[in-house]
């Protein structure tokens, strides 16, 4: 039960990331500050957690993967999660990044000789079908861009690829998740913070944007180590559809807190539903 509630928590702090975000950009439009604040702040909540709550840390062999998948997935990733966001709109980018247990499939059936069975077909139709409806929807919100849904869809490849890979190497390794999560929080900054270093003023640029991104990063540092706890605690066919269900409070926070400028309508509520739908039969076989 406590791996269910963990999973539950996570949807709901990924989908409370998506619109912390949007909600930022508004105040300030630094990409890449905003990607490094995020980073920053996420690492230090990670260390507080694991230094307060975790038992003591593996040594390096066991952190060092879980660093180096955070050097992609939240890394590079969160550069492409903050520009999705705001080209495309919370809601919009959100249910895109929700097809992520698709991509985890695919990757896992041309990869690791995974068998095709039927809900995993069933599931990818429903998603597929989701992501047409999306892309033929009528009427989008001002401002918005296409390339926003492309760097959606790549930031969820992305997380399926992470997914696999931390599968492939979870075996033998048995550090506390608390410190899992900080490992892949510093990955992430050192990628982010680097970016942002090469391109000068990077002191000015932090402190700039530090009042409007630092929700976003204590929610994904949340993000990250409720996931990580629930899949310490529960079967990934468990954890995955929950943990999905970001899409759904992507759209709630939405409405609930950006009002009318993400134009949720009930073409909108119905693509999350089958985008949710599918991934958690897509997850459901795995």
């Avoid at 990607?35 to 307060?52: K, M, P, Q, S």
């Avoid at 390794?173 to 942002?196: E, F, K, Y």
């Amino acid at each position: 039960m406590t791996g269910v509630l963990f999973a539950c928590a996570a949807g709901v702090c990924f989908g409370a990331l998506n619109v912390t975000v949007r909600r930022a950009l508004a105040r300030v439009t630094d990409v890449d500050a905003g990607a490094a604040v995020i980073a920053l702040i996420g690492l230090l909540v990670a260390v507080v957690a694991a230094t307060a709550i975790a038992a003591e840390p593996g040594g390096p062999s066991e952190l060092w993967p879980f660093l180096l998948i955070g050097l992609v997935v939240p890394g590079l990733s969160q550069l492409g999660v903050v520009h999705a966001v705001r080209a495309a709109g919370a809601s919009r980018a959100g249910i895109l990044f929700g097809m992520a247990p698709l991509f985890s499939a695919v990757i896992a059936v041309a990869a690791f000789d995974e068998p095709v069975r039927v809900p995993l077909v069933v599931g990818t139709l429903l998603v597929v079908a989701g992501g047409v409806a999306l892309a033929w929807e009528p009427a989008r919100p001002h401002g918005y861009r296409a390339y926003g849904a492309v760097l959606a869809v790549g930031v969820a490849v992305l997380f399926g690829l992470r997914d696999n890979v931390a599968r492939a190497l979870a075996d033998g390794i048995d550090t506390d998740p608390l410190w899992q999560s900080t490992a892949i929080m510093l990955g992430a900054t050192i990628v982010l913070a680097s970016n942002l270093a090469r391109q000068g003023r990077a002191a000015t640029r932090l402190g700039a944007a530090a009042t409007a991104y630092a929700a976003s990063g204590a929610v994904a540092a949340l993000a990250q180590l409720t996931l990580f706890e629930a899949l310490d605690r529960a079967r990934v066919t468990v954890v995955a559809p929950l943990a999905g269900t970001g899409v759904m409070w992507t759209v709630v926070f939405a409405v609930l807190f950006l009002g009318r400028s993400e134009l949720v309508g009930r073409r909108l509520v119905l693509v999350a539903v089958l985008v949710v739908t599918g991934g958690s039969l897509v997850a459901a076989t795995r």
